[in-house]
């Protein structure tokens, strides 16, 4: 089954098997690592790997102006600057999606979202600081999973804007 015939079938969440068939069928230079341990947060990431903080990504879900859906891909050492995301994107307010959202717009749980491979398209924006690596680790799917990935793939992909929308 293709990834439009799983999404088509009305199947629940989507995970690191969905993920993978997605790398596949897009034939990307990209790898779902199945870790064992969960790795929640960006610590708990890097330190599986033995990886800097920097080269791990977090994808977030933001909803603007309550009703549009905005995923914001940065490094694991920034926070979203929500200001920066209003004034690229024309909104008046911006927050993060709730998890049952980011569930129903993704169809991953939090702690497993990854950049790409979603349930529909997502505008998305990545911060320019994570297009300067080679290779980044993201959400893979489960929050046992890391996805290794290039930026220019997430790029293409998500028909992603690159701009600055970090704070330290």
């Known amino acids: ?21 997605f790398i596949r069928e897009h034939g990307l230079d990209a790898e779902v690592l199945r870790l064992g341990v969960k790795v929640r947060t960006v610590e708990q990431a890097a330190r599986a790997l033995s990886v800097p903080k920097d080269q791990i990504i977090k994808s977030i879900l933001l909803i603007v102006d309550e009703s549009t859906p905005v995923l914001a891909i940065v490094g694991g050492d920034k926070r979203v600057d929500f200001r920066a995301v209003a004034k690229l994107v024309g909104a008046s307010k911006v ?64 028909h992603a804007r690159v701009s600055k929308i970090t704070k330290q």
Do not use: N, W
């Open 1 to 21: 089954m293709g990834t439009r015939d799983f999404l088509m079938s009305g199947k629940g969440m989507l995970d690191d098997a969905y993920l993978e068939q």
């Open 95 to 158: 927050r993060m999606a709730k998890p049952e959202e980011v569930l129903r717009v993704c169809g991953y749980v939090v702690g497993g979202l990854p950049p790409v491979g979603h349930k529909k398209p997502i505008a998305t924006i990545i911060d320019e600081g994570v297009m300067e690596k080679p290779y980044v680790f993201g959400g893979g799917g489960t929050d046992e999973c890391l996805l290794r990935i290039r930026p220019e793939d997430i790029k293409r992909l998500q």
